[in-house]
Nanobody, 114 residues
Framework: QVQLVESGGGLVQPGGFLRLSCAAS????????MSWFRQAGPDRELVATI???????EYADSVKGRFTISRDNDKNIVYLQMNSLKPEDTAVYYC????????WGQGTAVTVSS
């Protein structure tokens, strides 16, 4: 059974940082590109993607230079380090494959506010 469990969200002041984690199980994680998405309104936005071996990643322009995606294939976890957070980063964050092929997890809520 495929399972994605996101964690690490919370309330943070502008300029602060958070590290999100996504624990994955039930599929060939080590062979899958993985992505982080976020949703603050009706649409879900692709934030960052990392390839299966972790050597390449891509970012949305809105987070480039502030967010870093990484993964641990031994632990089946994908991370999102978020620095210099802005109020517009407020959203519920989810992980999935870049093509959203897996059932969505519950997400983890990030609120950036003073």
């Amino acid at each position: 059974q495929v399972q994605l469990v996101e964690s690490g969200g919370g309330l943070v002041q502008p300029g602060g940082f958070l590290r999100l984690s996504c624990a994955a199980s039930g599929f060939a994680f080590g062979m899958s590109s993985m992505s982080w998405f976020r949703q603050a309104g009706p649409d879900r936005e692709l934030v960052a993607t990392i390839v299966s071996d972790g050597f390449n990643s891509e970012y949305a322009d809105s987070v480039k230079g502030r967010f870093t995606i990484s993964r641990d294939n031994d632990k089946n976890i994908v991370y999102l380090q978020m620095n210099s957070l802005k109020p517009e980063d407020t959203a519920v964050y989810y992980c999935n494959t870049p093509w959203s092929t897996l059932d969505w997890g519950q997400g983890t809520a990030v609120t950036v506010s003073s």
